[in-house]
């Protein structure tokens, strides 16, 4: 028996050895950042443990400067984040889109795409970043690659969420007075089509394999399903009229949608399969949840509570609030880098 | 139909606005025209009366470029047709033309008194009427109209607001100052309401009638003197407040002084008279619809682009203004399109919900058409140089934000319910007034 023990080690060995190198490098490393609206800082995670591990200044004027959405590049390494001031009227030197290296926590490039940029969204290739740029009812598209802009166009009333869908072909764009979602052509850089969701629509997201948007209404307090090929609302989730939703994320597999309520400080679980509400968080959460995320493993919900300047750790399994962690003033949005 | 889980009045509420949208994708005509008529005060009664006027106009054209510009996205055309007249009739008489000649959809207007006139004319051809400058109960009550909507808040909605700030911060005893006549009397007993059932420990001290048009407010004053009040509430009109402050100011008595919030009375032009008047009593606090400072929902991004478009605040009456285009353009977007009935039946549907930048979904209470809303008080300050710093937001009711509660009974705590209402839409209720 000891001989075949020895064998089979061997044996072993040898297998692993012939492996792709791939499949053997570590884990990769997850880091979650929440941008502090108030705080003009950007506080980062360390997901494996929810230790703050450092806070990122973006602004020597707290107060003034207000880091609000984010967006990831497709690798994970890069962190975009929309920075404005609290005086909508005016394009100052700070409204702009600054890009974090993960893995330095630096800030390592800075882009102009229109005034007053509220968020931000990649396109799958990561070369195309797109603004809601909220004062203006424009919504602007840059190049990463050329540092052009590729178009400014116009959305309903104050835009706000903004998103690509996963072949990149087009960007929505939510207005958030108008009721509307703005459609881009992000190929032919022209506005395609323009129609009316739920009253006050904040966030859109798109279902992984892009056949579905989810746009979220805070005063209307639904969530529209949008056909994505289509570009038309095929049905509306109501969350009842004081669930303002906010930020929304989908789980990996795509099975669930996870709904921050902000003013309610709750979140809602929505089976995608159903569009039914399977649970509502609100024990243990943060104040006024505006942002939320899960990680890529879909092992940790990550929720930017604006009131609380705290972020709420959510276990999806439990659908509880496991921990939560002191972050900067105001947080905002919060999304998850990666270092590999 | 939406999917939820089982439905409360909130999440039915919620849910109704978003199955009437779907309907609306599909029933609105690509290509057409909406057009909404307004008619203002072209010789308004007072500088006051002025100030608000221009302001509405304002607020008009701004969401007309706002709306226009989205509309045209939607492949639509959207106009508002401005027009002025000089009195009540000649109100009737544009509101007429608006609806015969240029094919409204919707009127807007009531400043300058001329609320119940264009009532009358919406009523009898049946189209929508939005008034945005009359808070008079009575044209919610008695005068009441089916084709009649109020974005303006009510007189009962201020003076609940007014008692429910005063009273919470300790002005227990009051002494209401009101102009003879039936609108006087009314608002009196209304204020006393709200004092005395709406707020166990309030009392009214000291009362006095005065003559609309050129009050003596020497034997007022007297009264006010002996009575020693915490709180004076003066339910006149705009230059009669003025003049109030200005003979009171002198006595230097320590109460606080507050004025009916008419529209003409919330601008900053009025609060800058206020304390121009009395320094100090000219400097107190004051309730209004809303509030160029008003920095969340929103707001700040609203207020932002007025004041760099107009290079001043948006007052009230511009909030009105921008928010009746907005809901009526809206109505005719979401209802189905711009037929008269169709678009009455959006705004009077009690499931409909509007977002009119005060960070909650409101709607239009069924019993009497009033658009159920927050509030705001601010301070005037004394030391303020400039426009913008005149006032400074102090407060809010209701509060919005009461997570577990009912949004629209939270927005009930102020204004008449249901069975105070004397409104009978095409009923039994209907006054004299009728048109």
């Known amino acids: 028996m000891g001989r075949y023990r020895w064998l089979t080690l061997i044996g072993l060995i040898g297998f692993v050895a012939l492996l792709p190198t791939s499949l053997v490098q570590p884990a990769v490393r997850y880091r979650a950042y929440v941008s502090n609206e108030y705080g003009a800082s950007i506080t980062v995670l360390d997901v494996a443990t929810d230790a703050v591990i450092g806070t990122i200044p973006i602004s020597g004027r707290p107060g003034e400067v207000r880091p609000r959405g984010m967006a990831v590049s497709p690798d994970g390494r890069i962190i975009y984040v929309a920075l404005s001031d609290f005086q909508p009227i005016l394009e100052v030197p700070e409204d702009k889109i600054v890009a974090i290296e993960v893995a330095t926590n630096k800030v390592v490039a800075e882009y102009r795409v229109g005034s007053n940029p509220e968020r931000v969204a990649l396109n799958p290739e990561g070369t195309q970043l797109w603004a809601a740029n909220e004062n203006a009812a424009r919504a602007t598209g840059f190049d990463l690659e050329t540092g052009r802009t590729l178009g400014e166009f116009q959305t309903g009333v104050e835009p706000e969420g903004v998103a690509v869908s996963p072949d990149g072909r087009f960007v929505y764009v939510t207005g958030e007075t108008s009721h509307t979602v703005t459609v881009i052509d992000a190929k032919e850089l022209r506005p395609v089509k323009h129609f009316l969701v739920g009253h006050r629509p904040r966030f859109v997201v798109f279902s992984q394999d892009g056949s579905k948007a989810y746009v979220s209404a805070e005063i209307g307090g639904t969530v529209s399903v949008v056909d994505a090929k289509a570009h038309r609302v095929v049905e509306t989730i109501s969350l009842g009229l004081d669930s303002r939703p906010v930020e929304m994320a989908l789980s990996p597999d795509g099975k669930r949608l996870y709904v921050a309520g902000g003013g309610t400080s709750a979140v809602y679980v929505i089976d995608t399969a159903t569009n039914r509400v399977l649970r509502t968080i609100r024990e243990r959460m943060g104040r006024r949840p505006w942002g939320i995320t899960i990680t890529p493993d879909g092992r940790k919900i990550y929720t930017a509570n604006g009131l609380s300047d705290s972020v709420s750790i959510i276990d999806p399994e439990s659908l509880s609030v496991v921990r939560s962690v002191s972050v900067g003033r105001g947080p905002h949005s919060v999304v998850i880098g990666v270092v590999r | ?435």
């Open chain 2, 1 to 435: 139909m939406p999917k939820s889980v089982s439905l409360t009045r909130r999440q039915v509420l919620a849910l109704g606005g978003s199955a009437l949208f779907l309907r609306t994708l599909e029933g609105w005509a690509q290509g057409e025209a909406l057009r909404i008529g307004a008619v203002l005060p072209s010789r308004p009664g007072s500088e006051w009366e002025a100030r608000a006027a221009e302001a509405l106009r304002m607020g008009l054209e701004m969401a007309r470029d706002e709306y226009g510009e989205n509309a045209a996205l939607l492949g639509q055309r959207l106009d508002v047709v401005l027009r002025e007249a000089r009195d009540r009739e000649a109100a009737s008489q544009e509101a007429e033309r608006l609806i015969r000649q240029e094919e409204v959809y919707a009127l807007v207007g009531g400043l300058g008194g001329q609320a119940e006139a264009l009532m009358g004319v919406a009523e009898r051809l049946r189209v929508p009427f939005l008034n945005v400058g009359d808070p008079s109960d009575r044209l919610r009550n008695e005068g009441c109209r089916r084709y009649a909507f109020h974005l303006e808040a009510s007189a009962a909605m201020y003076l609940d607001a007014l008692a429910a700030w005063f009273v919470q911060a300790g002005f227990r005893s009051w002494f209401l100052v009101y102009p003879e006549g039936r609108e006087g009397q009314a608002l009196y007993q209304r204020a006393r309401k709200s004092l005395l059932e709406r707020h166990f420990g309030a009392r009214e001290v000291g009362r006095a009638v005065v003559a609309p048009a050129r009050p003596d407010f020497r034997p007022v004053l007297e009264a006010l003197r002996r009575a020693r009040p915490q709180a004076v509430l003066l339910l006149l009109g705009a230059e009669a407040q003025l003049s109030f402050l200005a003979q009171y100011e002198p006595l230097g008595l320590p109460t606080q002084v507050t004025g009916f919030p008419y529209p003409e009375t919330q601008t900053r032009a009025f609060f800058a008279a206020s304390r121009a008047r009395a320094r100090r009593a000219g400097a107190g606090y004051r309730a209004v619809l809303w509030e160029a400072k008003l920095d969340a929902y929103g707001a700040r991004e609203l207020n932002a682009r007025f004041l760099e478009r107009y290079r001043r605040p948006m007052d009230p009456s511009a909030w009105a203004g921008y928010q009746s285009v907005k809901i009526l353009y809206e109505a005719a977007a979401f209802g189905g399109g711009p037929e008269p009935a169709r678009v009455r039946a959006y705004l009077e549907n009690p499931q409909t919900v509007f977002d009119v930048h005060k960070g909650i979904g409101v709607s239009f209470r069924p019993w009497d058409h009033q658009l159920r809303q927050s509030l705001y008080l601010v301070k005037v300050s004394p030391e303020a140089q400039g426009v913008w710093d005149l006032a400074t937001l102090v407060g809010e009711l209701p509060a919005i934000y009461r997570p577990g509660t009912d949004p629209v009974e939270r927005l009930d705590q102020i204004g008449d319910l249901r069975r105070e209402s004397r409104c009978r839409f095409g009923g039994e209720g209907w006054g004299a007034t009728a048109g």
